[in-house]
T-cell receptor, first 109, second 116 residues
Framework: QKEVEQDPGPLSVPEGAIVSLNCTYS??????FMWYRQYSRKGPELLMY????GNKEDGRFTAQVDKSSKYISLFIRDSQPSDSATYLC?????????FGAGTTVTVRA | EAQVTQNPRYLITVTGKKLTVTCSQN?????MSWYRQDPGLGLRQIYY???????DKGDVPEGYKVSRKEKRNFPLILESPSPNQTSLYFC???????????????FGPGTRLTVT
């Protein structure tokens, strides 16, 4: 069983819709929880990170962590065609990082 | 410009022919790591390094070697490549988690390797 599970999608939504992405994990030692965005033919870039359970908002993006359920989410409000990318959840246990498989999102104009 | 560079960007080779993929960062980061990305499997960590001369295995280290003789460089070595090592490889660097920086990995542009 993988340490981090993420539905690979793909997900296709109309412009302006709310995009909901999520991951589950099994390692209680994970400390930081991150979301990376990867455009085609590019390396991943950090989008958001959280350290503890709760919500964190940054513009149209909201990250949620529920450590008791070992579940993290990313919401994208008012989605734009420029949000079309692969979104990867990631978690870090001191030095070792684990990534989800990534969810490919397409926002249709 | 702060960046992670990888070379080569594309490589086609034959089974058993030793190769090295170079990685260099100019941000004075302690932590560097290598990942491979395969469809449906996402990013999997191959090796990581906490500092010069300190390395450790990630999730999929078999068939790979690394060395960290200088802080800025972290080459990935495939001594006898096989077709199952055909993949997209990324190098990344960051500050270390102990100082609150491990969450922000800076990725290189990727190296697409094909082993025939």
């Amino acid at each position: 069983q993988k340490e981090v599970e993420q539905d690979p999608g793909p997900l296709s939504v109309p412009e302006g819709a709310i995009v909901s992405l999520n991951c589950t994990y099994s390692n209680s030692a994970f400390q930081y929880f991150m979301w990376y965005r990867q455009y085609s033919r590019k390396g991943p870039e950090l989008l958001m990170y959280t350290y503890s359970s709760g919500n964190k908002e940054d513009g149209r993006f909201t990250a949620q962590v529920d450590k008791s359920s070992k579940y993290i989410s990313l919401f994208i409000r008012d989605s734009q065609p420029s949000d079309s990318a692969t979104y990867l959840c990631a978690m870090i246990d001191v030095y070792k990082l684990s990534f989800g498989a990534g969810t490919t999102v397409t926002v249709r104009a | 410009e702060a960046q992670v560079t990888q070379n080569p960007r594309y490589l086609i080779t034959v089974t058993g022919k030793k190769l090295t993929v170079t990685c260099s960062q100019n941000m004075n980061h302690e932590y560097m790591s290598w990942y491979r990305q395969d469809p449906g499997l996402g990013l999997r960590q191959i090796y990581y390094s906490m500092n010069v001369e300190v390395t450790d295995k990630g999730d999929v280290p078999e068939g790979y070697k690394v060395s960290r003789k200088e802080k800025r460089n972290f080459p990935l070595i495939l001594e006898s490549p096989s077709p199952n090592q055909t993949s997209l490889y990324f190098c990344a660097s960051s500050l270390i988690a102990a100082t609150g920086g491990g969450h922000e990995q800076y990725f290189g542009p990727g190296t697409r390797l094909t082993v025939t």
